[in-house]
């Protein structure tokens, strides 16, 4: 069978793969292995295949419930997890809850349970607060997808941007990753350590000082070193950093940095830390450039740079909704290459 | 005329250099006389067999919330003092961060007044500045003479160098401790644990040690400058304790306490809690304090600190909060841990690991306070701390080897905000007694 044909049947039908998958919420990847981000990574490829037809649709998630709860503004993040539940047949909803219930009295919690009485099957969290998504977690029996809280995880983010490597890379056991940018405040950033972890790359992290945060560098973990975010090399010279890089990572750049006394002026920030073709040409020659967006091109991302022939941007967004449809389906209960299986 | 026999128990009194098995007789609410055998003698007295007990003066904390006035849904008084007794304190100095706070001659009576009605004794903190708000001084003065024993903003440092040193050179008119909440506001804005690499893997912007100790320096500085009685409450950091220990080789009148959870805990309590999977982070908010929980090496500064006294005292910073105010965002999350019921376990800790012995531990929760805030000069305090014949009966007894799963639904305190909820810890604390009057016991006791 197909994969087309099998995501369009919903006849169960008995697992033929054993599964990898064993999570019911999607918090951040600390707690994925090698098998399991490649289990969502192989159902991936069955979700862009879907999402290059001409009707990109299926009836796999057929009645169930998709709630996007954002409590932070997002466009991206939220259409795509918006057209990935629709891409599956789920109802999706989209919720932009704002600070203000907060203040009104309704806590995270009680919001949360109220969308499960719902029924309520998927909530896909956005927050301000690092911690939220696992907070929701603990009060629900929802399965939680963290689309982002504070400066801590956004595993969605890391799997679109594994999915996009591997397409180009295959294997990405010992590839040099480069992140460029505001380490201390991006979600993105140790998330994308994690999964690069666990799939065997090495990782770079590049910044001026004031946004690195204190805990990376060997002297300063801990002796139980699995406890601590993965070991990752720290530069502040984006020239040494980028040096035979397979993957340059630009990190976008908030102008309130500037206004918080971390830098002297997003000027001096482009000078230094700017991503250009000049400080390409020390990359691998194969090397590729990714940006989680929304970027500002010509301050961390030089413009023509961010449209070159090396650049995989788009191709991050496009995949980013195939990620999600394949985390959407497995958290409904099949089992990864259980392509005949169907809603539960 | 009423008698007290408590007989046959290892009598620590480090105020008074005892440590023997001996007797302890209490007449009408007082000490009488301790001593072996000399239970016996006396005739028509309840008696307390405390045979393999431990019987100690009654705890003494430096750093009390009570929450009241303005926020008797997280505590009262009335709570307040009865979870202290059950913790083995006989008296708590009260923060004034209340609301509204105690700046006035009237907030501190008020105070006073609802805690004549309480089993333990409670002295009243005023406040810095008026307001809490960091701008002017409150009036030193009138709340000396309203009852306050201490000066304290804690929950805020008063942050502005000028209006602390004016503070610390107007204290010494009254002779009040001056005791400080260091952490510069600036180097904490927006940071809610201890920073380091659980807050960078946790992506919670952090409080440094550092936030602490350039407030330590500054007000030690300061404090030699006028002279005044500067306290460092809740030391966190090793760094400070350096600050704190070279201030006291010198001279300066510079006291200091430390808290049970920084003297066992670690940051590391924030993202895993005890004994939890590694790999499972957690947000817990009941680990959630201010100063935060930090590193082993500062762990082990402190308890160096405590063990050859250059902090004198433990103190709880005991800071119930209703479930509302911890089941929500961290960040958003007040920060305290529920510390009294908990305290003398918790502390046992330091014993069982070899890093303090028995007496030294009691003497850090007994004449260690009062002698760092010279309480027994208060009227009616004399003997505060020990169990000199003629002091108030204030006496704790204590088993140093029973073992207790902390159960926060149990608590007398309504804050039932721990981290150490599910932990067993080893030393219990059996009965209180109070003036005489047998204040709280275990029910496995009740047979005493």
Redesign the interface.
């Known amino acids: 069978m197909t994969t087309e044909a099998a995501l369009a049947t919903d006849t169960p039908s008995g697992g033929r793969t054993a599964p990898a998958w064993r999570h019911q919420h999607v ?2 990847l ?2 994925f292995g090698r098998d399991e981000i490649d289990a969502v990574l192989n159902t991936a490829d069955s979700m862009r295949e879907i999402l290059d037809r001409r009707i990109a649709r299926v009836p796999a998630l057929r009645g169930r419930t998709v709630v996007n709860l954002f409590y932070e503004p997002s466009t991206r993040t939220r259409a795509s997890f918006e057209l990935a539940g629709k891409a599956l047949g789920a109802d999706v909803i989209s919720l932009t809850a704002s600070m203000s219930s ?1 203040q009104k009295g309704e ?3 009680d919001t949360v349970r109220t969308l499960r009485a719902m029924r309520a099957d998927v909530i896909v969290m956005r ?1 301000a ?4 998504a ?2 929701a977690a603990e009060h629900t029996d929802a399965s939680i997808i963290n689309a982002g ?5 956004h595993p969605t983010q890391a799997l679109l941007d594994l999915y996009t490597m591997r397409h180009h890379f295959g294997d990405l056991t010992g590839k040099r990753v480069v992140m460029v940018g505001d380490i201390s405040h991006s ?1 993105v950033a ?1 998330s994308d350590m994690w999964g690069l972890a666990a799939m065997g790359a090495r990782v770079v992290v590049c910044g001026p000082p004031t946004l690195l ?4 560098r060997a002297a ?3 002796a ?1 070193a ?4 993965p070991p990752v090399t720290v530069e502040t010279d984006i020239e040494r950093a980028i040096e035979g890089a397979h993957i340059v990572m630009a990190l976008r750049l908030q102008s309130e940095r500037q206004q918080g006394g971390l830098l002297p002026s997003v000027g001096e920030y482009a000078r230094r830390y700017q991503v250009t073709a000049e400080r390409l040409a020390r990359a691998h020659p194969d090397h590729l450039l990714m940006h989680p967006g929304p970027k500002n091109e010509g301050i961390e991302i030089a413009a023509d740079v961010a449209t070159s022939d090396r650049s995989i941007i788009e191709e991050q967004v496009t995949n980013g909704v195939a990620v999600r449809m394949a985390l959407l389906y497995l958290l409904a209960g099949y089992a990864p290459g259980d392509v005949e299986g169907g809603a539960r | 005329m009423s008698t007290l026999a408590i007989h046959n128990a290892r009598v620590i009194d480090p105020g008074l250099g005892r440590d023997g098995i001996a007797d302890v007789v209490i007449v009408d609410g007082r000490i009488s006389r301790v001593g072996p055998d000399e239970g016996s003698a006396v005739v028509d007295a309840d008696r307390i067999d405390a045979t393999g007990l431990v019987v100690t003066p009654g705890f003494v904390d430096l750093h009390t919330h009570l929450r009241e006035p303005g926020f008797t849904y997280k505590e009262t008084i009335r709570t307040g003092t009865a979870a202290a007794a059950a913790g083995g304190f006989t008296t708590v100095c009260a923060m004034p961060n209340t609301n509204p706070p105690l700046d006035s001659r009237a907030a501190i009576e008020s105070v006073l007044r609802e805690a004549e009605s309480a089993t333990i004794r409670v002295l009243p903190i005023g406040c810095i500045t008026r307001g809490r708000a960091g701008a002017e001084l409150a009036p030193a003065g009138e709340l000396r003479a309203a009852g306050a024993v201490a000066l304290s903003d804690d929950g805020d440092a008063v942050a502005d160098p000028s209006l602390m040193r004016h503070a610390l050179e107007y204290s010494t008119a009254f002779a009040l401790p001056v005791s400080q909440h260091c952490e510069d506001p600036s180097l904490v804005r927006d940071g809610h644990m201890h920073e380091g690499w659980v807050a960078t893997r946790m992506g919670l912007r952090g409080r440094p040690a550092s936030a602490e100790e350039t407030m330590v320096a500054r007000d030690i500085a300061l404090a030699e400058l006028s002279g005044a009685h500067l306290h460092i409450a809740h030391v966190s950091s090793a760094g400070s304790v350096a600050l704190i220990r070279a201030a006291r080789a010198r001279g300066a009148l510079v006291t200091a306490e430390v808290t049970p959870h920084h003297l066992v805990l670690t940051h590391e309590e924030v993202a895993f809690g005890f004994g939890a999977d590694y790999r499972q982070l957690r947000y817990n908010t009941d680990a959630k304090v201010n100063p935060p929980l930090r590193e082993h090496s500062d762990v082990a500064a402190l308890r160096a600190a405590l063990r050859d006294g250059v902090i004198e005292a433990i103190a709880t910073d005991h800071a119930p909060h209703a479930r509302m105010d911890k089941d929500i965002e961290f960040d958003l999350a007040a920060p305290g841990i529920s510390g009294l019921e908990t305290a003398f376990g918790l502390c046992m800790t330091l014993v069982t690991e070899g890093d303090l012995s028995l007496p030294v531990l009691i003497e850090r929760l007994t004449i260690g306070p009062v002698r760092a805030w010279r309480l027994d000069r208060q009227p009616g305090l004399d003997g505060l701390g020990t169990l000199a014949p003629g002091a108030v009966a204030d006496v704790a007894i204590l088993d140093p080897a029973a073992t207790w799963v902390v159960e926060p639904g149990r608590f007398l305190s309504m804050g039932r905000n721990t981290p150490l909820a599910g932990r067993t810890l080893t030393g219990q604390v059996v009965a209180t007694i109070a003036a005489g009057r047998v204040v709280h016991r275990l029910e496995s006791v009740a047979a005493l």
């Open positions: 918090l951040d600390d707690d907060v806590s995270l919690i927050h607060s690092a911690g939220a696992y907070l809280d504070g400066a801590h995880a979600r140790r945060p204190r805990g990376l300063e973990r801990p139980h699995e406890t601590a975010l």
